[in-house]
């Protein structure tokens, strides 16, 4: 708990539940409802596509989150998750013609069920191992995805049609904007859903698998449902970004999910802040900008050091690596705590602590 | 026995005390070529405090672990009574199954989920009594908000009783050792037990700290009535507030009775301080 709310007291449980408590609290999150909104109108098409990309993002970490930095369960194969996603809502839209919602949630199951049986080795596995076991299911998934003529028709990809929901169809010219405002709806529910999940027992159940599992155990949690429970759920959340990825990409092939973006999704929940469904926002966002900021940086001294343009992708990875070593130096707890603690300097202002 | 009149009993057991709660038969526990148990008998009473006591490596972690399911014995059985009149055999059991008869435990090195808040720990002693719907939970419905309160209730009692209120925000990993080990027992008795096992709850204590263990252990069995296993090396201890102590030693049981007797057990004398201290 952030030390700005000490001398908080409640008078009753129902007051003590509610998600924001202090008026600072309540007008921060006024000012980022009211900038959220004001961003399509002031953002260009280009700035747009990347809060795009970076909502989809945040949704595929937030479910990431769940599993890693929540159950305690390392995975790798978020890459394939978002795969399966993807290519079910592809394949059922492009081919079967079935409405889009429908392919989507048929993806977020079929994804939650693949995290089942791949949550099947956290059975008996644990850290490096589950992390291995992990790395198989990516590579197995995504094999088959290359492999299996049948999922592309042999073409190594598969267009997704336009986005149309109920007959309201993407337009063109405000394709970006339109997507904004869907993205935006569905990772708030997506973060309230979250969040939600870990103010009760059943997230409860999560985070004590993490701390102590034998100690969990010990208190009626049934480990065994608790972790499979965990792998389907993350799967879910991660198989709805794979889904509206494909559809917002409205073409997918397997390049789009290999190991590099289990990595990548690793490292949002490890800059943003393990265990924490801000923090996975957060550190969707900052990965995300990353690079763009990386190419403005070289744009700008690109006549002072050419090297920077000419080498530039060496130069994005190098950033993405400095960035983690940094993070897990200085702040494992990532952006989120980094958050916390401003929030602190400013709350106690002009003491100390 | 005077018990404190809760709202919310914490006791999980109606049973009268004195009667027969827990049976332990021919408990064998092998590991490989090493016997850490061999053929432990023992029984304990409802409401009374039953010290386990024995020299390191006797075999007093292993026969609670035994008996919470977290060791499968080699042989031999445990049986619960349970309020209804059965007898449950724990020996077939996995843990979450043990807990959910009512036997709550706590640990020697403290096991608590040291990035959860004091209330978050003990909310996890009420796993067993909460029912969890993950639809329901992502929604944030009625039933799961209420459920919150409703089991909050029970765990402000426990917090009460520990005097734990100071400590309820704080992530227990900050805590200090004193106050870790009486949250693990807050958390244990959350779960409204009919059988409490606490493994070493004074281990790495001063006498003051201990004193004040002894004193809200006595507060657990006098105000809330429920029966208690208890691991414990320091000898005036187990003296003062167990009603019962059974002797381990290599395994065996060595001697079994009041406290009295088993200060007069000569073979009790004899692992306590070396052959030939007895005469």
Known sequence: MPAVETGRHHTSYRSEQRLWHTRPQIVRMALLAVAAAVLPFVLDNYWLAIANTALIAAIGAIGLNILVGYTGQISLGQGGFLAVGAFTTAILTDRAGVPAPLSILAAVVLTAAVGVIVGLPALRLKGLYLAIATLASQMVIIFIVRRWGFLTEGQGFVDVSRLEVFGFRIERTTFEQQWYVILLVITILVALTATNLFRTSVGRSFMAVRDQDIAASAMGVNLTRTKLTAFALSNAYVGLAGALLAHYTEIISWEKFTIDVSITYLAMIIVGGMGSVAGAVYGAVFITLLPVVVRMLADVLGGVAPVLSRQLPAFEHAAFGLVIIVFLIFEPRGLNRIWQRIKDYFGFWPFRY | ?279
């Open chain 2, 1 to 279: 026995m005077r018990t404190r009149a809760y709202r919310h009993p914490l006791n999980g057991s109606s049973m009268p005390p004195g009667r027969p709660l827990l049976r332990v038969s021919d408990l064998t526990l092998r590991f490989g070529g090493v016997t850490a148990l061999a053929e432990v008998g023992m029984s304990v009473d409802s409401g009374r405090i039953h010290a386990i006591i024995g020299p390191n490596g006797a075999g007093k972690s292993s026969l609670l672990n035994c008996i919470s399911g977290l060791y499968r014995p080699t042989g031999g059985e445990v049986v619960l009574h349970t309020d209804s009149g059965q007898e449950r055999r724990l020996t077939s059991l996995p843990p979450n199954r043990v807990a959910r008869l009512g036997v709550a435990r706590s640990f020697q090195n403290i096991e608590l989920f040291e990035h959860l808040t004091v209330l978050e720990n003990m909310m996890l002693g009420r796993h067993i009594h909460m029912r969890q719907n993950v639809l329901s939970a992502m929604l944030w419905l009625g039933p799961a908000r209420r459920q919150e309160i409703t089991h909050r209730e029970v765990v402000e009692e426990v917090i009460d009783l520990l005097k734990l209120q100071a400590y309820r925000q704080k992530p227990v990993g900050t805590l200090a050792y004193g106050i870790q080990k009486r949250v693990e027992l807050g958390r244990a008795l959350a779960m409204q037990p009919a059988l409490l096992l606490l493994d070493e709850p004074m281990a790495g204590m001063n006498a003051e700290e201990k004193e004040d263990m002894a004193r809200y252990i006595l507060d657990v069995h006098e105000l809330a009535g429920v029966s208690i296993v208890l691991i414990e090396h320091d000898m005036n201890v187990v003296m003062d507030i167990s009603d019962r102590v059974t002797v381990l030693d290599f395994g065996r049981v060595i001697g079994d009775g009041t406290p009295a007797e088993v200060m007069e057990n000569p073979r009790v004398v004899e692992a306590y301080l070396g052959a030939g201290a007895a005469s």
